[in-house]
Structure formats: structure tokens, C-alpha cells
């Protein structure tokens, strides 16, 4: 082989390594590029110990009961998951049914547009996102509605990435950001003209808990919409499957414990809200939201090959290949959760604050 072939061979491969590593990250919306994963506000020499200290949660399973406890153990997740998300999945960390004819990211914002028009958002309104992510939502349903949106996530390095992405899109005046824990919300009685939360309040020891707390700061007469993440009527304690199944969607995904569709409009009505609606959206006629997951399984070896890669050049912070690999083991349980119909992440309540509080 002569020399010009050598070198030729050579900048081929090396351009692809860099497209391969570089360039490759949502297939919807790029955000975070592979060689900038991070254990986000983890130094990245603590990584691993933070992964290992996360499923010693699992291990004492009545710490993570008690809600002094769950900040910690959320906060410790996001900081560990949010790059790869961002890079493998896109802004918006939640799932949307699938709709025939529409890519993943139509699907997302149709979902996420539909929970602000539930609400009867208006363009100046102040609505509250409880548990906003990096705010892929905040920023669709903005750009939506005309509403400002504030969001609240427990996680520090999440608000700067939400931060970021506002400027970015030129959203920054319409959407804020802060850091704090929505069963304690730095907010005024009153001060909200509606509220949402996409598959967030799953976080919560206590549904009740963070639905008092958005009651609160909502003002009379306005609605709050809810994804939550809950077992259906098919769901059987008995069934050592079942069990297998739901078990490991609460390890892989931060929770303290999944709640049953009926204990939903329960908690509601607890705090005081009138429920308006309730409806499971993963049911039929809607396509099934896990296929997105089983459709992405070629990318998550293609993407476990780039960490691994990373992680040996020292690129990656040691323990993010451990982080990939336990997010693909979830998909896996939450593919048969929705295969079943044991699981879905998108029971539907919408609520009303009386017009006068009980």
C-alpha cells in the first residue's frame, strides 16, 4: 500500500470517528454533543461513586419513602442522566403516543402543545411547568401559546441548560428558570394563571404533596394538566412478572414508588381541586408511545459503542458507560410495560382551583 493510500485511508477514518463521535446526537434536535457528556453538576471524577451511591437507594428502600430523602436521590439521577438524554433523546424528557405520518419530535410537541390548550392558555398569561427538565416543553408550548412560562427543576445544572436553550431559541424573555423542589416552591399564593406537568410529579414521595403545593400557587378558577406516570386496571401484584416489570422502571427512572391510576384524581381532590377530566392517552385509538424505544435500539449500540470509546480515552467521566447501559435496561422495562399495559406514562387529570378555596 503506497504512501497517498495510507494517508487517504487514514483521514477517512479519522473523519468518520469525528462524525461518528461528534456529530451524532438526537436524531431530532442535537443539544449536547457526544464528547461533551458530562456527570452534569458532578465533578466528573465523582461520577462513579454518585452512580453506585444511587442505587444504594434501592437498597434501603424506606429512605426513599420519606421526602426529605427523594431531593437527594432525584437531583443525583438528573445529574447523571441529563447529557445522555439530551444527546440520545432530545430536550424533552418525556414520551408522546406515536401519530402516523408525524417524525418523534411532531409527535412531542403535539402532546406537549395539547397540555397547554387543556389548560385555556392565553398569550400574556403566567403559567407554571412543575418539574421542567432542560424545558424542551416550556419552549414548544411558549412558542405555542404566547404564554411566559417559569419552570421549576430540583436539579442545578438542568436550570443552566434550560437557560441556555431559552437564549438560544430566543425564549428568554417568555421562559425562566429556577432551581428548588416543587413540594416547597419559592413561589406567591396566587401568582399562577394555569400549571402543567409532563411526567414529572412521579418524582414525588407523596402525589398529594405536589399537587397542595401547585394548588397553592395557582390563582381561583384556573386548571392544572398532569402526565402521570402510574400501574393501569391490567396491573396484578400477584404476578411476579408485573412486579419484575414495574420494579425496574422505578429503579432505572428515580421513583419512590409508582402510584396506580385511582389514587390520581384521589390526591386531587385531597388538596381541594375539582377534576375536570381524566383519560389515559396511551389507549386506543392512540399508537403505542414504547415503539419509539424499540425503534431505537440500533442507536443505543451505536451510542453505547461512542461512551465506551469515550469513557477509555478518559474523554467521558469513568461511570457514564454504567449510566447508558441501566437507561437501556429501563427501556427494556418500560417497552414491556406499555406491551402489557401494565404501565403508561401519560394518565391524563386536568383540574380546576375553585373559584373560592375550600
Given at each position: 500500500m503506497d504512501s497517498i493510500t495510507i494517508v487517504f485511508t487514514a483521514a477517512l477514518l479519522a473523519g468518520g470517528l469525528y462524525w461518528f463521535v461528534c456529530m451524532l446526537g438526537s436524531a431530532e434536535q442535537k443539544g449536547k454533543r457526544a464528547v461533551d457528556l458530562s456527570g452534569g453538576s458532578i465533578h466528573r471524577e465523582q461520577?462513579?461513586?454518585?452512580?453506585?451511591?444511587?442505587?444504594?437507594?434501592?437498597?434501603?428502600?424506606?429512605?426513599?419513602?420519606?421526602?426529605?430523602?427523594?431531593?437527594a436521590f432525584v437531583d443525583t439521577f438528573y445529574n447523571l442522566v441529563t447529557d445522555i438524554y439530551e444527546w440520545g433523546w432530545g430536550q424533552s424528557f418525556h414520551f408522546s403516543p406515536s401519530i402516523p405520518g408525524k417524525s418523534n419530535l411532531e409527535?412531542?410537541?403535539?402532546?406537549?402543545?395539547?397540555?397547554?390548550?387543556?389548560?385555556?392558555?392565553?398569550?400574556?398569561?403566567?403559567?407554571?411547568?412543575?418539574?421542567?427538565?432542560?424545558?424542551?416543553?416550556?419552549?414548544?408550548?411558549?412558542?405555542?401559546?404566547?404564554?411566559?412560562?417559569?419552570?421549576?427543576?430540583?436539579?442545578?445544572?438542568?436550570?443552566?441548560?434550560?437557560?441556555?436553550?431559552?437564549?438560544?431559541?430566543?425564549?428568554?424573555s417568555q421562559c425562566d428558570v429556577v432551581c428548588g423542589n416543587f413540594l416547597e416552591m419559592p413561589f406567591e399564593d396566587d401568582s399562577f394563571d394555569g400549571a402543567y406537568s409532563i411526567e414529572a410529579t412521579c418524582h414525588a414521595p407523596r402525589l398529594e404533596d405536589v399537587y397542595a403545593e401547585i394548588f397553592r400557587v395557582l390563582k381561583p378558577g384556573s386548571l392544572y394538566v398532569s402526565y402521570e406516570w402510574v400501574t393501569t386496571e391490567l396491573y396484578r401484584n400477584e404476578d411476579p412478572e408485573h412486579v419484575e416489570i414495574i420494579q425496574g422502571i422505578e429503579r432505572g427512572d428515580a421513583l419512590p414508588g409508582l402510584r396506580n391510576y385511582s389514587d390520581i384524581a384521589v390526591a386531587a381532590k385531597k388538596v381541594g381541586f375539582e377534576v375536570v377530566k381524566e383519560k389515559d392517552l396511551a389507549k386506543p385509538p392512540s399508537k403505542p408511545w414504547w415503539s419509539r424505544l424499540k425503534m431505537g435500539r440500533i442507536a443505543y449500540w451505536r451510542n453505547h459503542i461512542v461512551v465506551m470509546v469515550l469513557e477509555t480515552l478518559g474523554v467521558a467521566p469513568k461511570g457514564t458507560v454504567d449510566v447508558h447501559e441501566m437507561l437501556f435496561k429501563t427501556a427494556d422495562y418500560l417497552t414491556?410495560?406499555?406491551?402489557?399495559?401494565?404501565?403508561?406514562?401519560?394518565?391524563?387529570?386536568?383540574?380546576?382551583?375553585?373559584?373560592?378555596?375550600?
Open positions: 461520577v462513579q461513586e454518585n452512580y453506585n451511591q444511587y442505587w444504594s437507594f434501592f437498597r434501603r428502600p424506606k429512605e426513599i419513602e420519606t421526602t426529605e430523602n427523594v431531593p409527535s412531542t410537541r403535539i402532546h406537549e402543545q395539547m397540555a397547554v390548550d387543556l389548560i385555556g392558555v392565553k398569550p400574556g398569561d403566567k403559567i407554571l411547568d412543575a418539574g421542567c427538565g432542560v424545558g424542551g416543553p416550556m419552549r414548544a408550548i411558549a412558542l405555542h401559546s404566547g404564554c411566559n412560562v417559569v419552570g421549576i427543576t430540583i436539579n442545578e445544572y438542568q436550570v443552566g441548560r434550560a437557560k441556555a436553550h431559552n437564549r438560544k431559541a430566543g425564549l428568554d414491556r410495560g406499555g406491551e402489557t399495559g401494565i404501565f403508561t406514562p401519560m394518565h391524563m387529570i386536568l383540574c380546576r382551583k375553585p373559584e373560592k378555596s375550600q
